[in-house]
């Protein structure tokens, strides 16, 4: 069975630092990766997706994630945090061509960015 | 308005009470998902839809009803609500039913159940 494990429920940067949010998988088949971001208020919005071919993937807002398949993870970082960055991550996983009833998520990491 | 709504946005009601929540959507996409967002939990899948009149249960789909008899609805019904189904709920659409197609969520229903 897939899992994802999001490691920090909570990380506290400060404003121009790096941003780096951990994300573990486990997968028996080639998995899907995503991260998503969560506002105050608003639903759920991908900032970026691993499905096949090149392992760093580059997303909106600045942010970046590199699938390491002999780490089985997929850790999300941005070079320079920004106020406007402060919001809910979640990493989420699913097996390659699966139903998108299929995706797991994870618990979800709170970033919070200091002036 | 373009895009996903879902109303109400924030619900109290007593257990044992029946309650909808609603969902629309304006692209037209075949497939409609809905989650709840618990701490500790991330989003679990409750029921999705992969077409008007076609619903299929999810990860945690005890206590709800759903239906779709329209593309773009989707409501998600609680028949006897429970403290235990307070939560956020999220609807999602999306353009097709594979994981690659994104997922557009709405901007949640925050249920308390009393």
């Known amino acids: 069975a897939q899992s994802v494990t999001q490691l920090g429920s909570h990380v506290s940067v400060s404003e121009g630092a790096l941003v780096l949010l951990r994300c573990n998988y486990s997968?028996?088949?080639?998995?899907?990766l995503f991260w998503y971001v969560q506002y105050p208020n608003q639903g759920l919005q991908l900032l970026l997706k691993?499905?096949?071919?090149?392992?760093l993937v580059k997303g909106i807002n600045g942010f970046e994630a590199e699938f390491k398949k002999s780490e089985t993870s997929f850790h999300l970082t941005k070079p320079s945090a920004h106020m406007s960055d402060a919001a809910e991550y979640f990493c989420?996983?699913?097996?390659?061509?699966?139903?998108?009833?299929?995706?797991?998520f994870g618990s979800g990491t709170r970033l919070s960015i200091r002036p | 308005d373009a895009g996903i709504t879902q109303s109400p946005r924030y619900k109290i009601t007593e257990t044992g009470r029946q309650v909808t929540l609603m969902c629309h959507q304006t692209?037209?996409?075949?497939?409609m998902f809905w989650y709840r967002q618990d701490l500790g939990h991330g989003l679990r899948l409750i029921y999705y839809?992969?077409?008007?009149?076609?619903?299929d249960k999810g990860e945690v789909p005890d206590g709800y009803v759903v239906s779709r008899s329209k593309t773009e609805n989707f409501p998600l019904t609680l028949e006897s609500a429970t403290r235990s189904q307070t939560s956020v709920y999220f609807c999602?659409?999306?353009?097709?039913?594979?994981?690659?197609?994104?997922?557009?969520f709405g901007p949640g229903t925050r249920l308390t159940v009393t």
């Open positions: 999602a659409s999306s353009e097709a039913g594979t994981a690659q197609y994104e997922q557009y």
């Open positions: 839809s992969a077409a008007a009149d076609i619903t």
């Open positions: 692209w037209s996409h075949s497939y």
């Open positions: 691993y499905t096949t071919g090149a392992t």
């Open positions: 989420a996983v699913s097996d390659l061509y699966s139903s998108a009833s299929k995706i797991i």
């Open positions: 997968s028996s088949v080639p998995p899907y």
